[in-house]
């Protein structure tokens, strides 16, 4: 497949170890944030969202955390498999989502099974 | 199935010619844009359309330009004026504030 990231930061995890990605996004304004995961030669794929009046969400074998103080996203992904290697991309939005998002250089996760 | 389609997944454009990459979405979705992606890179807006007959350049807007004469197509021509093309454009939409839903992606190269 195509490579979507050549110089990207790299996170490598055991398979079934818990993985945690993390974003520092730039705008203080910043009201809604995503996570993408990307796999090779494909479009990103939604994973969570969270709103800026939550700290924590959390899906399946997913948890997001937003720390607004210090301007600083995470994604944890518990039990990690070998599915799970992809880029992962954090993106940010003003308004709600009314204006465009605006996307992070991403993180590759790599399992090693 | 509703969905968002990209076309070609692969396009070869000459030195001097002019590109037109295909973006059709059949979610009734309000919200289109266009997003250039380099290896290193996070993705980047070329424009954006929020409304039939209405669009808005994005960051890198410069050597590219769109329609939206449809609801359903946000067609994006890469002109000769785009001096390095070669990279992976990839298509979105959204039916208002949230959820922006992906195509596939086509991969430019100039030969």
């Known amino acids: 497949g195509e490579s979507v990231g050549l110089h990207l930061p790299t996170l490598s995890v055991q398979e079934g170890d818990n993985s945690i990605i993390n ?14 995961k990307q796999e090779s030669g494909k479009g ?35 039990a990690t498999q070998p599915g799970d290697s992809a880029v992962y991309f954090c ?22 099974a | ?37 380099d290896p290193g890179q996070g993705l980047r807006l070329i424009y954006y359309s929020q409304i039939v007959n209405d669009f808005q350049k994005g960051d890198i807007a410069e ?6 004469e449809k609801k359903e197509s946000f067609p994006l021509t890469v002109t000769s004026a785009q001096k390095n093309p070669t990279a992976f454009y990839l298509c979105a939409s959204s039916p208002n504030r949230y959820g922006y839903t992906f195509g596939s992606g086509t991969r430019l190269t100039v030969v």
């Not at chain 1, 974003?23 to 993408?36: E, T």
């Not at chain 2, 050597?63 to 939206?68: A, C, D, P, Q, W």
């Open chain 2, 1 to 37: 199935d509703g969905g968002i389609t990209q076309s070609p997944k692969y396009l070869f454009r000459k030195e001097g010619q002019n590109v037109t990459l295909s973006c059709e979405q059949n979610l009734n979705h309000d919200a289109m844009y266009w997003y250039r992606q």
């Open chain 1, 23 to 36: 974003c520092a996004y730039s705008n203080s304004a910043s009201d809604y944030f995503i996570w993408y």
């Open chain 1, 44 to 78: 990103p794929q939604f994973i969570i969202d969270i709103r800026s009046n939550m700290d924590k969400r959390q899906g399946q074998r997913v948890t997001v955390l937003l720390n607004k103080t210090v301007k600083h996203l995470s994604l944890q992904i518990a």
């Open chain 1, 91 to 112: 993106a940010e939005t003003v308004n709600s989502g009314n204006t465009p998002l605006v996307f992070g250089k991403g993180t590759r996760l790599s399992v090693i």
């Open chain 2, 63 to 68: 050597g590219y330009s769109v329609s939206r």
